[in-house]
């Protein structure tokens, strides 16, 4: 017998996307809506989404992706910067209102266990997700189990120190990797470049006003040849290259995987991420390295991820 679609729900600061998913990955229905701003609002938006879609045809269960700290048995919320929910018990309510079994993951494991099971890293025995973008998310995969660390919160790799006394970070630290490599870092690079070097089309886009510079505004100057926006791709590349010599002589991995929406500028700054890496491992030349792939999955991952975790895939 073939098993029932499943429920992937991607739950942001911003959006709530939600989409039945089926044997085959695909998106067989989807809707979406904005996050509301308290937790009982947010309880009956996912009740009203999920009523939605299970109206559409038949699914066997839900699963949650969630930006935030779970417990470490992913039966609670226990803290989500951009969600209102505070030590609840998300799974549960939402089970007994829809009459489905509802699991929860945080959202970089739930695009990690996509990518694992159906995508870039599939199969790999240590498969590591890096997702660029307002700041790095990661999740990884070892030996088929999503790793945790002892109370649930691990791996926070976008708050390694890359460089002492760097930029300021609103964890309270400074010079963390998220500050040098991610979209918004990528933005506050071209700033700083925009105001020394040539820099026709950014100034173009942004009005000449540096504060208005965005991640997506540098990615288009870098294709139309601006050269201070190819000039911070470069030094995103350098940055993601350093960072992940820095993951990759703690965990060995297998494969690397590049997602988060500053991947699909991949083309601009992956090749010289590559080429730095093999060269700053440890044991450089002697040793195997780590694959680095792009994410095959996208901006999709975490939904389908989540739908993949409820069907116990
Ligand atoms: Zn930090």
Same mark, same amino acid.
């Given at each position: ?35 509301p701003h308290t937790e009982r609002e947010t309880e ?22 969630? +930006? ?15 969600l209102a929910w505070r030590?609840a018990?998300v799974?549960?309510r ?27 890293? +599939? ?20 030996? *088929? ?41 990528? +933005?506050?690079?071209?700033? *700083? ?30 294709? #139309? ?50 080429? #730095? ?15 680095? #792939? ?15 975790? +409820?069907? *116990?895939?």
């Open positions: 017998m073939t098993a029932k679609a499943t429920i992937g729900i991607d739950i942001g600061g911003t959006s709530v996307r939600a989409a039945v998913i089926g044997n085959d990955q695909q998106i067989r229905a989807s809707v979406r809506d904005l996050t009956d938006l996912l009740v009203t989404l999920i009523t939605k879609l299970a109206a559409t045809q038949q699914v066997s269960a839900v699963g949650l992706a969630i +930006a935030g700290f779970l417990s470490r048995d992913q039966q609670k919320v226990m803290f989500a910067p951009h030590d018990d799974p549960q939402i089970s007994g209102r829809v009459n489905l079994p509802v699991v929860m993951d945080h959202d970089v494991n739930s695009a990690a266990w996509a990518e694992y099971q159906h995508g870039a890293s +599939a199969g790999a025995s240590i498969a590591l997700l890096i997702a660029l973008g307002t700041g790095i998310g990661a999740g990884l995969i070892i030996d *088929g189990q999503i790793y945790r660390g002892a109370y649930g919160v691990a791996p926070e790799l976008g708050h390694l120190t890359v460089v002492p006394n760097g930029r300021p970070c609103p964890c309270g630290k400074r010079g963390c990797w998220e500050r040098y490599c991610s979209g918004t870092a990528l +933005a506050e690079t071209a700033r *700083g470049l925009m105001g020394t070097g040539d820099a026709p089309i950014l100034r173009q886009l942004s009005g000449d006003d540096p504060s208005a510079v965005t991640g997506t505004m540098v990615a288009i100057a870098a294709t #139309e040849g601006d050269p201070a926006a190819l000039a911070a791709m470069d030094e995103l590349g350098h940055w993601l290259a350093t960072g992940l010599a820095l993951v990759t002589d703690v965990l060995d991995p297998e494969v690397i995987v590049v997602g988060g929406g500053v991947a699909s500028a991949a083309g601009m700054f992956l090749p010289l991420a590559v080429s #730095e890496f093999s060269g700053l491992i440890t044991g450089a030349g002697h040793r195997p390295v780590p694959r680095i #792939e792009l994410a095959r999955f996208g901006d999709r991952a975490g939904i389908i991820g989540a739908a993949l975790l +409820a069907a *116990g895939t």
